[in-house]
Structure formats: structure tokens, C-alpha cells
Nanobody, 129 residues
């Protein structure tokens, strides 16, 4: 059973930066899709950034392209989201997620529409104008 625990959220002024981390236990980061999602109360959850373990593929939502960067640290079994130039519209609860990628598929198999099996409890990000 994979367990994901997010950290790094907080409150910042517009234009500031935060780095979110997601610590994984119960499995190693191999043949998996990893992602960050966010949700505002009353709105649907949206994908922010996705990657496939082993590198070679990552995806960022248009709204964060050029400002957010997803990355992984295999040695520490962690996933990170570097968020720069934060804006008030980035305010949300941010969730780390993971799902197993079928053996033999390409890294591009990892898309927001897949069924994501494992979820963290979230970390709040608040950006003040």
C-alpha cells in the first residue's frame, strides 16, 4: 500500500515561491505515474503537473506552464513541485497522487485522465494579492 504525505504548503504574497514535497512509502518509484493536483472548494479538482518515473516525460497545465516544475528524487522517494511567480488564482489545496503504469507502456501513458490510485491528504497553498 502506497502512502503519500505532502508538505511545504503555506501562505505567500503574489509573486512569491513555494516548494511542495510528497514523501512516498510502501513502494518505490518505478513504473509509476506521479502527479500534483489542486482543488478549490466548490470546484472540480484539476491536474497541475504529471510525470512518469524514470524521466522522459512530464506535463504541466497551461495555467502553470513556465512557473511550476514537477520533479522526483528517486534516492529520497519524493516528488516535488517548485512553484514560482505564484498568483492568487493558484490558491488551493494541493494533492500528490500516484498510480501504477502498466509494464510496457510509454511514459506518455501518464495523463490527467487516468485513474489515480493513491492520494495524499493535501497541503494548503494560499497566495495573497
Amino acid at each position: 500500500q502506497v502512502q503519500l504525505v505532502e508538505s511545504g504548503g503555506g501562505s505567500v504574497q503574489a509573486g512569491g515561491s513555494l516548494r511542495l514535497s510528497c514523501a512516498a512509502s510502501g513502494a518505490t518509484f518505478s513504473w509509476m505515474c506521479l502527479g500534483w493536483f489542486r482543488q478549490v472548494p466548490g470546484k472540480e479538482r484539476e491536474a497541475v503537473a504529471i510525470m512518469s518515473t524514470g524521466g522522459g516525460y512530464n506535463w504541466h497545465a497551461d495555467s502553470v506552464e513556465g512557473r511550476f516544475t514537477i520533479s522526483q528524487d528517486n534516492a529520497k522517494n519524493t516528488l516535488a513541485l517548485q512553484m514560482n511567480s505564484l498568483q492568487p488564482e493558484d490558491t488551493a489545496m494541493y494533492y500528490c497522487a500516484a498510480t501504477t503504469r502498466p509494464y510496457g507502456t510509454t511514459p506518455a501513458w501518464c495523463t490527467p485522465g487516468r485513474s489515480w490510485t493513491y492520494w495524499g491528504r493535501g497541503t494548503q497553498v494560499t497566495v495573497h494579492s
